[in-house]
């Protein structure tokens, strides 16, 4: 297990902790103490990891603090999807070309696919990146590198599948740091029905450390009754943070589910709250 791993697994503790034990507000002591680390240590880790305190990032993932991105984010929904303008002032879109598969790779499982995939360390833990030559069409974030191929074949039963790093997916660093430094668009290749990819195309719209409701998307995309829908669909986006469906949550504020752990969903957003410069920081 690498460094970083170990890393986001005691952050990983830690929040769940902190989630468990909220209306206590559990100390700094007491949270240190529950993944086994001094106060100290556990500060400069959380510190380094998150690019702030324990304290500010709880109040990232508050449910007051989602409520208020929410309320001012239907303020500026409009502007926002019709821009799709990041933090970084860049459009998230123009770094992410998307291919649809063909209706025979679509319904045959991936049998004519030769799929390429490697692992891939980000700061919530190892990425299974997978890609044909059209581009990525698989991002999963796994436990252990033999859950790789498992992921994979749940998409793409009848493809061949092999170990090997291509260039694309040592982009997938990039993503977690600075998009816009990529020079050239990330492709994906997919396999969804129309009403998926238009679900998926609208995730690339929501800006970082920003969020939306299922109603949100159902209403963007022109079909304001099908919030169900969009919940099906968000939920079966093959491709983890890049298509950002962490930042979809419960009207109530609160995050709700996510394909590869709650845990790890508040942690993306928690990151990501961290992250933003000082200037979107005071947008919201």
């Given at each position: 297990?690498?460094?970083?791993?170990l890393?986001?697994e005691?952050?990983?503790?830690?929040?769940?902790?902190?989630?468990?034990?909220?209306?206590?507000?559990?100390?700094?002591?007491?949270i240190a103490?529950?993944?086994?680390?001094?106060?100290?240590?556990?500060?400069?880790?959380?510190?380094?990891?998150?690019?702030?305190?324990?304290?500010?990032?709880?109040q990232?993932?508050?449910?007051?603090?989602?409520?208020?991105?929410?309320?001012?984010s239907?303020s500026?929904?409009i502007?926002t999807?019709?821009?799709?303008?990041?933090?970084s002032?860049?459009?998230?879109?123009?770094?992410?070309?998307?291919e649809?598969?063909?209706?025979?790779?679509?319904?045959n499982g991936?049998?004519s696919?030769?799929?390429?995939?490697?692992?891939?360390?980000?700061?919530?833990?190892?990425?299974c990146?997978?890609?044909?030559?059209?581009?990525?069409?698989h991002?999963?974030?796994i436990?252990?590198?033999?859950?790789?191929v498992?992921?994979?074949?749940?998409?793409?039963?009848?493809?061949t599948?092999?170990?090997q790093?291509?260039?694309?997916h040592?982009?997938?660093?990039?993503i977690?740091?600075?998009?816009?430094s990529?020079?050239s668009?990330?492709?994906?290749?997919?396999k969804?029905?129309?009403?998926?990819?238009?679900?998926?195309?609208?995730?690339l719209?929501?800006?970082?450390g920003?969020?939306?409701?299922?109603?949100d998307?159902?209403?963007?995309?022109?079909?304001?009754?099908?919030?169900r829908?969009v919940?099906t669909?968000?939920?079966?986006?093959p491709?983890?943070?890049?298509?950002?469906?962490?930042?979809?949550i419960?009207?109530?504020g609160?995050?709700?589910?996510?394909?590869?752990?709650?845990?790890?969903k508040?942690?993306i957003?928690?990151w990501?709250?961290?992250?933003?410069?000082?200037?979107?920081?005071e947008?919201?």
């Amino acid at each position: 297990m690498s460094q970083q791993q170990l890393n986001y697994e005691r952050i990983a503790k830690a929040i769940a902790f902190i989630q468990a034990n909220f209306k206590q507000q559990p100390s700094l002591e007491e949270i240190a103490a529950h993944i086994s680390l001094s106060p100290f240590h556990f500060q400069r880790l959380f510190q380094d990891w998150a690019g702030t305190t324990p304290k500010k990032f709880l109040q990232y993932i508050s449910l007051q603090h989602a409520k208020k991105i929410l309320q001012v984010s239907k303020s500026t929904e409009i502007a926002t999807f019709e821009t799709g303008l990041s933090s970084s002032s860049r459009l998230h879109e123009l770094f992410v070309k998307i291919e649809h598969m063909s209706p025979a790779e679509y319904k045959n499982g991936g049998v004519s696919l030769q799929i390429n995939y490697s692992i891939q360390h980000t700061p919530f833990g190892p990425l299974c990146v997978a890609s044909t030559t059209k581009g990525i069409c698989h991002l999963a974030f796994i436990e252990n590198k033999e859950e790789a191929v498992t992921s994979i074949k749940l998409h793409y039963p009848n493809a061949t599948i092999r170990h090997q790093e291509e260039e694309i997916h040592n982009k997938i660093d990039k993503i977690f740091s600075d998009i816009s430094s990529i020079p050239s668009p990330l492709s994906l290749h997919l396999k969804g029905t129309p009403f998926q990819l238009k679900v998926w195309e609208a995730l690339l719209k929501i800006p970082k450390g920003q969020l939306r409701t299922y109603s949100d998307i159902a209403l963007h995309i022109g079909n304001p009754k099908a919030s169900r829908a969009v919940g099906t669909a968000i939920g079966s986006n093959p491709i983890a943070f890049l298509i950002p469906c962490h930042r979809v949550i419960q009207t109530s504020g609160l995050f709700g589910g996510y394909m590869w752990g709650a845990t790890r969903k508040t942690a993306i957003i928690g990151w990501e709250n961290a992250n933003l410069n000082t200037e979107s920081d005071e947008t919201i």
